[in-house]
Every structure is written in C-alpha cells, then in structure tokens.
C-alpha cells in the first residue's frame, strides 16, 4: 500500500513518513515475510491553519461496564455536580481563534466543569464564530448522527466525546463533528450479559440525549 492510498483510507492526516513504506512486512519463525496490519491515527486538524476544536463529554453515565458501586457512586455524584446528568453533556475545553486579538483562546476542562447550560450556550456561540451558518452546517451533522442513532441498536458508547472542529481561516469549508473516546464502548449484548441496567434499552439513550441537548443548544 502506498502513502497515497493510505491517505484515502485513513482520511487527511497521515504522517508524512510511511509506515508502511519503511516497514512493509514482518517475518514468521521460519523467516517467511507476512504483510503486517497498522492501526493509523487522524489528526483531524492536519493542514489547518488555525484549527479550532470543542470537546464535548457525552452522556450522564460517565463509567463502563462491571464498574463497582463505589466508582458508580463517585462518577454520578461527579455528573450531578457538571450539566451531565441533566443534560447528558459536558464542556470539556475549547480552542478557539480570536480574530480581533490575532491569538488562540482557550478553556481547560477545570475552567468548563462548572459551567452552567446557558453558560455552555455562550461558549458555543463564541466557538462558532457568532456565524449562524456555521451553527447550522454543525445542526445538520448532529441531525444525521441523530438519525445514526435512533438506526442502530447495537453500540453503547460511554464516557466518549463529540469534536468540533473547524479551521478558522476557512470554517464553512472545514467544519466537522467527530466521534472520539471508545474505551468504554460495548455491543448490547455484553450489557444483557452482565445484566447492566442500561441492557433494557434498544437504543443508546444516554448518546441520543446529549445530542438532543446540543441541537436544542443550537437551535
């Protein structure tokens, strides 16, 4: 495989030295070449050139599965101290650029912990810009996600996060929504066999309702 089509597959952001250019192949014990598979980080900023990022916590449920009551306890006394439990989200920092200032300006996942709903709103605005069509290129993923969502009954994803990105220099043309976080991501089935509470449910609601806040953020 060639950086080329390496490029393809895993998207922009591949390092500019080939992996599997310089190490194409492995050996077995008796000497014989076996093609190798590499997993390929994307940096989802690659080629910006002033990248913005929001990291969105999703969900109230902030632990795996066959956590201990102990963990659970402290995770949800966490969530209920945070917009996690009402709302299913969580401002776990931003980078934005400030045009007026010509410099980056950031939040750190302390300084967002306390927000409130109405004070995550502002930060949303700020981060877009104040520009509605970017809100709304950002509605119509999350709108999409959604309809993911309320499809497929099989995935439960907790404790990841929703990316927001864009590159300030050109945000309609660079705006994305990305899906990050998946140490704790289980199939349903594995929730039926520990007989964890959220087995009952066909579909992921703790993920369908941190998307339904943001969309109400939004609109």
């Not at 393809?8 to 014989?32: K, Q, S």
């Not at 929001?54 to 795996?64: A, T």
């Amino acid at each position: 495989m060639t950086l080329e089509e390496l490029r393809r597959v895993a998207g922009r952001a591949v390092a500019d030295t080939d992996p599997l250019h310089r190490y194409p192949h492995d050996a077995d014990n008796e000497g014989e070449e076996i093609p190798i598979q590499l997993i390929v980080l994307e940096d989802v900023c690659h080629g910006f050139s002033y990248p913005c990022v929001m990291d969105m916590k999703i969900g109230s449920r902030q632990y795996g599965l066959n956590a201990s009551e102990r963990k659970k306890k402290s995770k949800n006394f966490k969530a209920r101290t945070t917009c996690s439990w009402e709302y299913g989200i969580r401002l776990a920092g931003l980078r934005r650029w400030d045009e007026g200032q010509q410099a980056f300006t950031t939040k750190s996942k302390l300084q967002c912990r306390s927000l409130t709903l109405n004070e995550i709103k502002d930060e949303m605005t700020l981060f877009f810009k104040e520009s509605r069509q970017l809100e709304l290129i950002f509605v119509r993923q999350l709108q999409r996600l959604r309809e993911a969502f309320q499809r497929q009954t099989v995935y439960r994803f907790y404790t990841s996060s929703l990316l927001f990105v864009f590159d300030a220099a050109a945000p309609v043309q660079t705006a994305r929504i990305v899906m990050v976080d998946f140490a704790y991501t289980y199939e349903r089935k594995e929730l039926i066999e520990a007989n964890d509470e959220d087995a009952q449910y066909d579909y992921d609601i703790n993920y369908i309702k941190a998307i339904d806040t943001l969309l109400s953020l939004l609109s």
